[in-house]
């Protein structure tokens, strides 16, 4: 497509939004009260409900007009077809493969020009963490000391914890094989607080890191190497450790034995890498069965995304709701609000995979993107998020869009329980969309017998806006299926909005810098050391920092 036909794609977004009250939804709803059959649509058992936002026809067919301009769909093939379509670090972007069939035939480019058979790899791996998560629960493969394995410690970061984390936290009930605990910040309090609920003779500790360079894992797997060491000594410490990486020459110097280390290819990236041996935690915590049903849910979105027409695409849809709220509106921020408790981390997973892919100012041909990207995320389990940051979605002075998201049907036998839950969510979208009008706040205050002078002082702070948009994505259940598919709806989402906007949803180079001035300022505050050259801020605060450190010594 020509830059032209993009370029008039945007403007007709620009002109839909510039309608005046192209951002109400209360009309639309009066004009055509079965909009919720319109505008939702249900795809690998996830009913998405877009009804609730100021997206009407028009607004879609603009929508839809400007991913075909931006050519989203022949970029989503040339994905599947493990082109190096994440240009800045000449990588393939093959996440699709490690969830496909076995056999599936995914080949990914090489810088070189050759190709490398994607799947095959994928499929030796996958062999070697079911034959390896089967003999630890089956005691096959013990500790040191003779026990067997009831606990396993993922260490990592980023990518390398957020989404097994979040998996975990979701799959994991009683009934589950082993404990899971994830060690991720370099802040030692965080191993301070996990250590007295592990036994070192029945702990796995899975070093997870891509590149096996991460100075907050790599720190930490020394400390829990030690741990080990310690209790088990150098010999019997090394039967605990298994590493998860692409770097197996870093993983021998650390000491991991090559049949405990569990590959990947660069063209796993790290946010999108819970799929692959970095999942590790997930099959040794949850079980086998319950990895693969993941793995098969996020596969079944991954044919829905690659064979749905763009109106029924739920990735692309979603992708263009963003589109609508940023772009053509100039909504900065997404809520992620989950009423469901077992996915109180996946708002975190989000903040990572939609953060770290859209926060970007350039496009792939390293010119200013021109207009707003990714939005800042953050989120919160319902109904804990109605008690912290809700106030400011109904009466802050910018609209958040929302996702919701709601589950059906509980796994536990609380009904009234999940009934005052599911009332809460559904209450919530409503409310953001009728808002309060000053009638209905009078004659409410009113038939509280408060008299007229305290409802006029009062009015203006109880009044509700409403006309603000949200998103509901519903699920039947939540267990590993459904669970797969969700992520990996927000993943294709994620690059539709890297194809829309055509930057590079696969780097990463923002968190380049602070690593780097990191690791200058650690010397600088080590006892003696000599201060470095740095803004007058930074050199007063290490200043500070060690006078007080000194004192504390004292
Ligand atoms: O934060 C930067 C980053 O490279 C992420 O993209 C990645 O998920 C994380 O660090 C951890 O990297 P690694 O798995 O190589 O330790």
Not at 21 to 47: C, E, K, N, T
Not at 523 to 532: F, I, K, R, T
Request: one cysteine or more.
């Amino acid at each position: 497509m020509t830059l032209t036909v993009r370029e008039a794609a945007w403007d007709r977004i620009a002109e839909l939004a510039g309608r005046p009250g192209a951002g109400a939804i209360r009309a639309l709803f009066d004009a055509d009260p079965q909009r919720f059959d319109s505008f939702h649509r249900q795809a690998v058992g996830i009913l998405l409900d877009f009804s609730k936002t100021s997206v009407d026809a028009a607004a879609l067919q603009g929508l839809l007009d400007l991913a075909q301009a931006c050519g989203v769909l022949p970029r989503r093939d040339a994905m599947a077809a493990g082109e190096e379509i994440n240009t800045t670090e000449k990588r393939a972007v093959l996440h699709m493969a490690l969830r496909a069939p076995r056999g599936a035939g995914y080949r990914a480019r090489l810088p070189s020009g050759e190709t490398e058979d994607a799947s095959a790899s994928v499929d030796e791996t996958l062999a070697a963490m079911k034959r390896f998560t089967r003999a630890i629960h089956r005691g096959e493969i013990r500790g040191a000391t003779g026990e067997t394995f009831t606990d396993v410690i993922n260490i990592g970061i980023g990518g390398s914890d957020l989404g097994p984390y979040m998996i975990g936290r979701a799959l994991w009930n009683a009934r589950s094989p082993m404990r899971p605990l994830y060690l991720a910040n370099a802040d030692a309090h965080n191993w301070e607080a996990i250590r007295p609920r592990l036994n070192p003779h029945r702990t796995l500790v899975l070093i997870a890191s891509k590149t096996f360079t991460t100075a907050e894992t790599m720190a930490n797997a020394r400390i829990v190497r030690g741990w080990l060491e310690q209790n088990l000594g150098e010999v019997g410490a090394r039967r605990h450790l298994v590493a998860l990486s692409t770097n197996q020459e870093a993983t021998a110097a650390f000491g991991v034995a090559p049949d405990r280390v569990f590959g990947f290819h660069d063209w796993v990236g790290g946010r999108f890498s819970l799929w692959s041996a970095i999942g590790l935690s997930i099959a040794l915590s949850c079980g086998w069965t319950a990895f693969s049903q993941l793995l098969a849910g996020a596969r079944a979105m991954d044919e829905h995304f690659l064979t749905a027409p763009p109106e029924q695409n739920l990735p692309l849809l979603l992708a263009l709701l963003t589109i609508w709220h940023v772009n053509g509106l100039g909504l900065r921020s997404q809520a992620i609000l989950p009423y469901d408790h077992r996915l109180s981390r996946f708002p975190a997973h989000l903040q990572q995979l939609e953060m770290e892919s859209l926060g970007k100012s350039v496009t792939l041909d390293g010119e200013p993107v021109g207009r707003e990207t990714g939005p800042v995320i953050f989120g919160e389990p319902g109904t804990n998020a109605q008690h912290s940051f809700m106030q400011l979605l109904h009466q802050g002075t910018t609209p958040v869009p929302a996702d919701f998201v709601l589950v059906a049907n509980p796994d536990h036998p609380f009904a009234e329980n999940h009934r005052l839950l599911l009332s809460n969510g559904l209450a919530q979208a409503e409310a953001l969309l009728r808002g309060r009008t000053p009638a209905e706040v009078e004659a409410e205050m009113a038939a509280a017998g408060t008299g007229a002078e305290e409802i006029g002082r009062l009015l203006p702070h109880r009044l509700f806006p409403g006309d603000r948009p949200s998103t509901t994505l519903l699920l039947d259940k939540l267990d590993p299926h459904s669970l797969g598919a969700l992520v990996a709806l927000y993943e294709h989402k994620v690059f539709c909005l890297g194809a829309l906007w055509d930057i590079d949803a696969f780097d990463q180079w923002g968190v380049e810098l602070g690593k780097k001035l990191a690791t200058s300022i650690l010397p600088e505050l080590a006892p003696e050391a000599s201060p470095g050259r740095h803004d007058p801020s930074t050199a007063g605060l290490i200043a500070r920092i060690r006078e007080l450190q000194a004192a504390a010594e004292e």
